[in-house]
């Protein structure tokens, strides 16, 4: 393509002919949106979605602006403004009682050590926090109790009104990267190589006053850990930098799996010494973690690994799944798995069930040719080669969604209302399924002419 | 004497007129004016009639301010446009005078009977047609009157004339000119109410002032004899200081006449002359519209006057001929009269070209406007701007009515272009008859009336004295007593028209020349104007002014037919129980008039006009009140361009796009349109040449490509085609050419962007359908190939250079009669027109799809939505005989249609970017 664009002989001769990206033509059946809508509104990078309900999310950035959008029309809802400088972390906080008024807040944590609770019915801010020592980056509500935790050089536990009920003394300065609720009361908190629990005890003295005590560090890691995911009650995951991947028992926080070597899994020693030359330590960080029953999904690099927790073991991959890091993945209920990376694009995978296998399941297709000044040919071959090694399961691309320009910071998944994308670029994409769309808008169309009595003859 | 050439014309109308007399109402629009015989004998330009002013004296169309003055008689004012080559060798003073002979206003200014003051009238304007076979001119003649303080009467009769060679033009475009021409008239009324009533209030405080001087001068005159008796210089004072306050009491009357001229009216009507831009009219305008405030005299006008000073003046003011009479800037406020000639202007450059583009032209507008859901998408946007304000006046004008009637009125303006044909014919019959009415009516007239004034007794005296009033043997009676003058040097009148409209000439009395006006003078048409009532009658009204009902022709006999008000009274206010007005309408379209007689309202009508004359043509009147849609018909970019002084800039640009079309003529000469050089309601004057060249470009384009198909479907499916080349006029030729193929999005312009260097991005697939880019070999260029090649699913890519296009694959039929390479169309106006009409066609499928209620609906219950999708594709493939792309480019047209529907009307909506996931394939020549 481009270089029929460029013309013949204006071509770089050291071109890369194919890369090792799996790649889908541009005839895609199987994948639904084809429609999308540009929202247009933050001035810096978008890095954060979040479902607010049915219809509406949120979306912050590094523009420290948080807009809500409604999900089916793409009309700009509400624009908050109050933080200073950029977003750090963002949670929705609805409320837990059945007795009480639905009313959905958010909460965000700002670089400008503050965190705002907003009512997203209106535009009103409700209350700012501002005595925090460091920035907050990152919020987790604990719905069973009705309080919200904030983590940052310490950690703070409030309730809904926004009284401190108590905190932890100074951990690090670098501070709690994530947090996940663990049963009994307990929350694990990641602390650079540090994996800390702490658990929340209800104080004598008063109704509503709890404690909060460390309970056990593990430090099993050898590296940061950047990604901490809950799989169910009994058991909880952690991914670091270097690519360990460690399965935890909720209950007793001890070590059950681990998988550390996720580039030298594969049996196949021959390229093994090549590939670990052209990846840096980046290149095998678990950047992102999501689980379904069975599976834990983990976006390591520019691939995709599927770990079965019953098998312990990575039972499917693509290791090369995207042209550069993957930084969010999300399960889909209907077997599909969606990546989004920093090369700007949204990629749809289908787990499926091996049976005889080809070595390219799609024939290369248009895109490959503008992996461009990119040489990996080893690369392509060692991907031929896991996919003939994988024993039950593959992934198989079955559509991707290019629109961003930038980085693809994170996506939520709306079921029939579409897929959200933010970006880099400034940008947030609402991909829709184009069909239904116009059958919904035939609806509208015939509602409004009902309304407008235009239906009954004029004559 | 009627010529001969006059002759043959009257016959052939007459013949017409008795064969034509079943349903076959329309006729074959005349014969452009470069065809026919040349209406008067040949003057002295040589024998060669087909020289294109062998029949008139000037250049083409144009627009004639004239007066009749007190001083010297009828004389030219201006002339739009005022480039002196128009006129030509026209004898403007001539014709002056014979349109001034023809004013049915008979404005009676004065005391009327059985009234203690002056009262004014507020006449409607009175609208003629008349030829003068020996100018070979024909020309519609507005009527209007001034108030002047200083002239007799208080009044100033002006005139505006559209002077044509082409005598159906006139007739045809009779509602058009009436309409446009009511705005101009408007207009300069509004500026002269408000002059005059500033001129009130002077003259007012100069008459306090002589009133205040005179009394203290009588007090002292009283002091200074304490003898028993008056000296006759005393009684002399009494005597002026009792004028004096007559005059102060009439001229504070008159004041609140003009005052309370109700401006609600004003802005029912579609001319809206005051804007808020200019804040000491508002000012004054405010002033105005507060008749209490007028009642206190001298303490306004200090707050807009502060530089006049009362002086004292004589009590009777002398109407002296040495005195200099107002310029019509003078009389109407210089903002007011520059709006006027601006829609002079308007008018002028709307009206310009032969009568068959404008009619076809109307035709092709009034059937657009029926496609209110479906036009925006292959329209110009510059036609669809002008809907909205069409319909804020007609939302305005007919509330109720609209109600009731709903779109009734939008889809009748196609069979009314016919009746207006058939109109038209029945008032050429009247021709004949115009002198001796009571005497020679034609039997089809007799009996129309016969009909149609039986159930109208009461109006009897009434139809009498229109009929005295009418002849047009008497006003020229009038002229022949005024002995005025016409010394005009034309040059001079000329060279100062546009900005002082009124050159003082010298009053020498030379005899008229007016020895030829009662043969060449032709009144073809008129109007029932308010001028017919007669004038005791309107003085019966207890109110001061006799103000007329704003209205056309309808309203003008409503008054005094009470009983056949119903059915007519549109301007009057709602009337929910009135159909019939409007089924009428649409009743006319189907029939000729003469099968109508027995509906009571419109049998009315006619007999109401048969009075006088018949009814003027109509066409297309109804859907498009106002052809410029715009308020004052004025469209705020071309005001921009022409100062008063401007006029010489419109024949310009016409001038130039005539020597563009000459390349043509040599090829073809065959089609006419190409040649007329009116770009005929042009709100940008540029568009009829640019779809010219548009469609020159498309012709070239699909000989020249053999992938132009696909390109097109490309376009007409909604996905962008970017035209990439090195050469920007390469890119930009054929960007022009594939355009014409671009659906719009929007009531917005279309989705086309010319030229562009950046590199693209998703925002912009969704805001552009057509895209010209250039390829450099820069880095920045292999950017710009990047972001295409990346986002090369959402686009076509056209290869300028290399001549290849990379797009979809198309297989269907639709593109292939749209862009025949082989097609035996050569012109580029010819081209453009066909590809409009199968876009059209192809617009009314997509209509069709969107708009059916059973192909998106579930007909049954809990029918699975795979049987409708089934039932949708069935209805396209077989019901529209669509075949493989053919379907998409239905769905993508319909898609667009119901988002257009759907959408809220504040709201600009959220532009989406549909797509398809299909492979593209690479076309080489």
Known sequence: MLRWLIGGGREPQGLAEKSSVQTIGEEQIQNPYTELLVLKGHQ???????????????????????????????????????????????????????????????????????????????????????????????????????????????LCVWNRKLDLLCKTSHLTDAGISTLVELPKN???????????????????????????????????????????????????????????????????????????????????????????????????????????????????????????????????????????????????????????????????????????????????????MWGFGRANKQANQAAKKTQENTTMHFLELVGDLIGHSSAVQMFLYFGELGLVTCSADHLIILWKDGERESRLRSLTLFQKLAQNGDLQLKF | MIGAPDVVALARQEEEAADGGGDGAWREPPLPEEYSVPLAPLGGHGANPWWRAGGRKFLRDFILVAEFSEQVGPQPLLTVPG???????????????????????????????GCAYPKLNFVEDSKVVLGDSKEGAFAYVHHLTLYDLEARGFVRPFCMAYISADEHKIMQQFQELSAEFSKASECLKTGNRKAFASELEKKLRDLEYTRSVLHNETEIQKKANDKGYYTTQAIEKANELASVEKSIIEHQDLLKQIRSYPYRKLKDSEFHPYEPECAPEQGSDRDLAAPELAEEGEAIPCSHLPSYTPKLIKAKSAKCFDKKLKTLEELCDIYFFTQTLDQLHQIERTFRGDVCYLLTNQISRALLKQQSITNFLFEDASFLDEKNPEKQYRGCQELGQDAVDGKCPEESPAPKVVISLGSYKSSVECVPIKMEQDIDDPPEAAMTESVTFEPQENLDYLDADLKGSISS???????????????????????????????????????????????????????????????????????????????????????????????????????????????????IGKESPRFLEPLPGLAHKLCDEDGVVRIPPQPSRQAE?????????????????????????????????????????????????????????????????????????????????????????????????????????????????????????????????????????????????????????????????????????????????????????????????????????????????????????????????????????????????EALASRRLNFLKHHLGLANEDLKIVQYLAELLKLQYIQEPGRGGNPLLRFDYVPSFLYKI
Request: glycine fraction near 6%; include cysteine.
């Open chain 1, 44 to 154: 810096d990078i978008v890095r954060f979605l979040v479902q607010i309900d049915d219809c509406r999310f949120a979306s912050a950035g590094d523009d420290g602006i948080i807009f809500l959008w409604n999900a089916q029309t793409g009309e700009k809802l509400f624009e908050l403004h109050g933080h200073t400088q950029k977003i750090t972390a963002i949670a929705p906080f609805s409320s837990s009682d059945a007795s009480e008024e639905k009313s959905n807040l958010i909460l965000t944590a700002s670089a400008d050590k503050t965190v705002i609770v907003w009512d997203c019915t209106t535009d009103r801010q409700v209350q700012k926090v501002s005595c925090f020592h460091s920035t907050v980056k990152c919020l987790t509500v604990l719905q069973r109790l009705d309080v919200w935790l904030s983590g940052g050089s310490d």
């Open chain 1, 186 to 368: 307990c929350v694990a908190a990641a602390v650079g190589k540090e994996l800390i629990i702490f658990r929340l005890i209800a104080s004598s003295d008063k109704s509503e006053g709890w404690n909060i005590l460390e309970v056990k560090r593990l430090v099993d890691h050898h590296d940061n850990i950047l990604s901490l995911v809950s799989v169910n009650d009994l058991t909880f995951v952690t991914g670091s930098h270097v690519g360990e991947l460690i399965v935890w028992d909720a209950i007793d926080w001890t070590m059950q799996a681990s998988e550390c070597n996720f580039w030298d899994s594969s049996v196949h020693p021959d390229s093994q010494t090549e590939i670990k030359l052209s990846q840096s330590p980046n290149e095998t960080s678990v950047q992102h973690l999501t689980c379904d029953e069975e599976c834990v999904f983990a976006a390591v690099g520019k691939g995709i690994y599927v770990y079965n927790l019953q098998m312990k073991r990575v039972i499917a991959c693509q290791r090369t799944a995207h042209d550069s890091s993957v930084l969010h993945i999300e399960k889909l209920p209907n077997r599909q798995l969606i990546s989004c990376s920093e090369d700007g694009s949204v990629r749809i995978w289908e787990l499926r069930e091996k049976q005889q296998v080809p070595a390219e399941p799609v024939p290369t297709g248009f895109f490959n």
């Open chain 2, 83 to 113: 480039d002196a080559k128009v006129p030509g060798s026209f004898d403007l003073n001539y014709f002056s005078l014979r349109i001034m002979s023809v004013d049915y206003q008979a404005s009676f200014v004065g005391h009327p009977p």
């Open chain 2, 473 to 587: 043997g008497e006003s020229i009676e009038v002229l022949g007593t005024e002995k005025s003058a016409s010394g005009l040097p034309k040059s001079e009148s000329q060279a100062s028209l546009p900005i002082s409209p009124s050159p003082q000439v010298g009053r020498s009395k030379v005899g008229s020349r007016r020895t030829v006006s009662e043969d060449s003078i032709e009144v073809l048409s008129t109007c029932p104007s308010e001028a017919l009532i007669p004038e005791d009658f309107k003085a019966s009204y207890p109110s001061a002014i006799n103000e007329e009902p704003y209205a056309d022709e309808e309203g003008g006999g409503l008054r005094f037919a009470p009983r056949f008000s119903p059915a007519e009274e549109r301007e009057d206010g709602p009337d929910p129980a009135n159909p019939p007005r409007v089924d009428s309408a649409c009743c």
């Open chain 2, 625 to 865: 009140q106002g052809p410029e849609g715009v308020p004052g018909g004025l469209l705020p970019h071309e005001l921009e361009p022409r100062s008063p002084t401007g006029g010489g800039e419109p024949s310009r640009s016409s001038l130039d796009e005539c020597s563009d079309s000459t390349s043509y003529i040599s090829s073809a000469a065959s089609t006419c349109s190409d040649r007329t050089p009116s770009p005929a309601r042009p709100p940008c004057p540029a568009s009829e040449r640019h779809k010219k060249k548009a469609g020159q470009n498309a012709l070239r384009f699909i000989r020249q490509y053999p992938f132009a198909h696909p390109a097109i479907y490309s376009l007409l499916s909604g996905r962008t085609l970017v035209v990439l080349g090195e050469d920007e006029a390469m890119v930009r030729k054929l960007v022009t050419a594939l355009s014409i193929f671009v659906p719009s999005c929007g009531a917005h312009a279309k989705p086309v962007k010319h030229w562009g260097t950046a590199p693209l991005h998703v925002v912009d697939f969704q805001k552009w359908k057509l895209i010209g880019l250039q390829r450099t070999a820069s880095p920045a260029g292999v950017n710009v190939l990047h972001a295409l090649s990346r986002y090369s699913r959402y686009v076509s890519i056209l290869d300028a250079d290399s001549k290849t296009l990379r797009c979809p694959l198309y297989k269907g039929a639709l593109v292939a009669r749209l862009a025949d390479h082989r097609t035996q169309i050569k012109r580029g106006s010819t081209y453009y027109m066909h590809v409009q009409s199968l876009l059209t066609q192809l617009c009314s499928k997509a209509f069709l799809f969107a708009f059916c209620h059973h192909l998106h609906l579930p007909v049954a219950e809990r029918e699975p939505e």
